[in-house]
């Protein structure tokens, strides 16, 4: 039987052919640049030939690799238009994106009440946090936690404000003492997280509140707000973060609301579809189960 050439393989040969950077390629497959790398020596050391040339900071086909392009280009798009052909025939089958703070603390708790709404609906969840193509991702809505200016020429509606909030594990609190965000603020360690959607959290809360904003500290400082959240959980410290992350801990007592919340100016959620999937029913119904969550959230 013939050793068949790695799918990975071709689909970073082609982004590299395409983008003419590995860098760029790695970007635009979601994976690091090694795998690019390693990706396009594997198959080069398949075929016994090298597909690419240097040329200043740009990577270029060379002969072989022209030649290998004008074949493989067009197999992958029958690959892909296969798919896509597969996915229509199931009008069930949604694939939903949402940051991955949201679909770990907010979706997986709500599952079993879509469920038991629309049980023939299968919800695929992608957790893609940059601003993308929603038809080449093979997404067919998206909830942004963001601004709809990002989103032009997609049907976007807003399904609620962003509500900033001060909170910390309940075993920080002085049962002797007011609650105060003030005095929590002198008392314990703030926790950050340093992702550039989320970097600002803390000045915008504070700002809002007319408070300084406090020094980062070792160990405290994380780039997800997931893992941010655990910590404030283990009561390492205090944590600004965004309400529906953190709404059933609040409801659960897992986690204490201190002070006022404070709306982000900068960031809202939002509905996002190409303007043609509004005819489906699967998408209307997911629509309408949003803003009914959302509304919830809100009283």
Known sequence: ??????LKSLYAFVAVAETGSMTDAAEALHVSHSAISQAIKSLENQLGLPLFQRVGRRVELNRNGRKYYRQVAPALEQIVAAGESLQRQNPYRLTLNMVNSLALHWWIPRVPDFQALAPQIDIRISTLTHVFDLDKEGVDVALIHGRSDDWQGYHCEKLGDDQLILVCAPSLIDTNSALSADAMLSA????FVTNPRRENDWQIWCQANQLPVPAQRHNLCF?????????????????????????????QGLL???????????????FVCQKEKLVQESVLTLRTWLHHEFRLAST
């Open 1 to 6: 039987m013939r050793k068949l050439v790695a």
């Open 188 to 191: 314990h360690h703030p926790i």
């Open 223 to 251: 780039t997800a707000s997931i893992q941010a959240v655990q910590a404030t959980l283990r009561g390492l410290g205090i944590l600004v973060t965004h309400r529906l992350f953190v709404r059933d801990e609040i409801r």
């Open 256 to 270: 204490t609301e201190i002070g006022p919340s404070v709306r982000n100016p900068y960031q809202s959620y939002y």
